[in-house]
Each structure stands twice: as structure tokens, then as C-alpha cells.
Nanobody, 119 residues
Framework: QVQLVESGGGSVQAGGSLRLSCAAS????????MGWFRQAPGKERAFVAL????????AYAEPVKGRFTISRDNTKNSVYLQMNSLKPEDTAVYYC????????????WGQGTQVTVSS
């Protein structure tokens, strides 16, 4: 089992920055791919970014490319999402997630953290 706890959400004006953190705990949590997803009001949860275990390969959703950066620190069992040049359309609840590999579903989820971007 893996437990995930997000932090770092808040309110910011358009053009501002926020850094989300996700602390993972549980058995061999550092051997999981980690990802960030978001859910805006009235919309389905959507992929934002992921970083793989081992090689640390990254992938991003098109709307956030060039503005968001995902990173991880395996020594701290943590993953981060640096969000720059925020836009009102980035407003959502952001969730941290974990999976064993690309062959597995995202089985582990945090409780979410609210990000609100005002124009």
C-alpha cells in the first residue's frame, strides 16, 4: 500500500507560481511512477504530468507544457509540481497519484489540494 499526501495548493493571481508537494509513504514507495492529475469544477479528472521511477522520464499534458515541471526526490519519497505562468484555466483540485509501472493503473491517490488562479 502507498499513502499519498499533497500540500502547497492555494490562491494566486494569473501569471504567478505555486509549487505542489506530494509525500508518499508505505512499502517501497520510491519504486513507483508518480503523477499529477487535476479536476476542474464540472469536468473529469485529467492527466497533468508524470515522472517514472528509475530513469525519471517525464511527460506532460499539452496545456501545461513549458509552464509546469515535475520532479521527484526518492530519498524523501516525494514528488513536486512547479507551476509557473499560471492561468485561470489551471484552477482545479490537484491530485497526486502512484502506479507500479506503465503497465499498471494509477491505483493510489492523494486527497487533493485546491489551486485557484484569479484573473
Amino acid at each position: 500500500q502507498v499513502q499519498l499526501v499533497e500540500s502547497g495548493g492555494g490562491s494566486v493571481q494569473a501569471g504567478g507560481s505555486l509549487r505542489l508537494s506530494c509525500a508518499a509513504s508505505g512499502r517501497t514507495s520510491s519504486s513507483y511512477d508518480m503523477g499529477w492529475f487535476r479536476q476542474a469544477p464540472g469536468k473529469e479528472r485529467a492527466f497533468v504530468a508524470l515522472i517514472t521511477w528509475g530513469a525519471g522520464s517525464r511527460a506532460y499534458a499539452e496545456p501545461v507544457k513549458g509552464r509546469f515541471t515535475i520532479s521527484r526526490d526518492n530519498t524523501k519519497n516525494s514528488v513536486y509540481l512547479q507551476m509557473n505562468s499560471l492561468k485561470p484555466e489551471d484552477t482545479a483540485v490537484y491530485y497526486c497519484a502512484a502506479r507500479r509501472s506503465s503497465l499498471n493503473a494509477w491505483n493510489y491517490w492523494g486527497q487533493g489540494t485546491q489551486v485557484t488562479v484569479s484573473s
